[in-house]
């Protein structure tokens, strides 16, 4: 499989020979839909909670007789049923969401998702990308510049300078081989990798 490497001005310069088990990879959506979910489920932090009827405050009188009056008999205003009552099956706080992924999937996912790009034109691979100094409006003239509106940048080790000029921009993110997540790859329209990047990707799910 031949990568796209592209100079500064996005125009293509040559072709860059890659891993055929990492770029060329028969699409598998159910397992890229396995593998999306749960990264995504992983990530939940799980802190949420309700409150059944022993937690809710209220007063335990009565709220009227039991008969005469013509309406269902109520004991306490803390029933499920009524407006401020407990839930009767409330969300626990520890609520655990994760998961489990096998390493030999997640790899598969990941190299499913990078033939996909490559078989849709959305991947290209650069010799390096750096500015003089950490300006956003350096690194959004020199990504406009390439072409693109909505890319995930990923490099070998991370720029300073490009780091923090790449904070304020909404369609553009900056991360190392080892950040690179299936939802990323996804989300944005073009994913732009480094030759050292590269390197190390089919170093780790090669």
């Known amino acids: 499989m031949e990568l796209k490497l592209i100079n500064e001005q996005g125009q293509e310069a040559s072709r860059l020979a ?6 060329a990879r028969e699409y598998n959506e159910a397992l890229v839909h396995q593998v999306l979910v749960a990264y995504q489920a992983n990530a939940r932090s799980g802190d949420r909670a309700q409150k059944d009827r022993h937690d809710v405050r209220h007063t335990t009188k009565k709220p009227w007789r039991q008969k ?8 306490m205003s803390s029933s499920p049923i ?10 626990s706080s520890d609520e655990n969401f994760s998961h489990k992924l096998n390493r030999k999937m997640y790899r598969a996912g990941m190299a ?17 990308l750096t500015i003089e100094a950490p300006k956003t409006k350096l690194f959004a003239a020199k990504i406009k510049g390439m072409g693109y509106e909505s890319v995930l940048v990923i490099t070998d080790d991370l720029d300073e300078n490009v780091f923090l000029a790449s904070r304020n921009l909404p369609n553009v993110l900056v991360v190392e081989v080892q950040q690179a997540d299936p939802v990323s790859l996804v989300r944005f329209q073009h994913v732009l990798m480094t030759k050292a990047a590269l390197a190390k990707f089919e170093e780790i799910l090669g």
């Open 82 to 91: 009524w407006r401020g009552g407990g839930r009767v099956f409330p969300n």
């Open 18 to 23: 890659a891993s055929d088990l990492l770029f």
């Open 68 to 75: 005469g009056t013509g309406r269902a008999r109520a004991g």
């Open 112 to 128: 499913s998702i990078l033939s996909q790009l490559v078989r849709q034109d959305r991947l290209a691979v650069v010799d390096s």
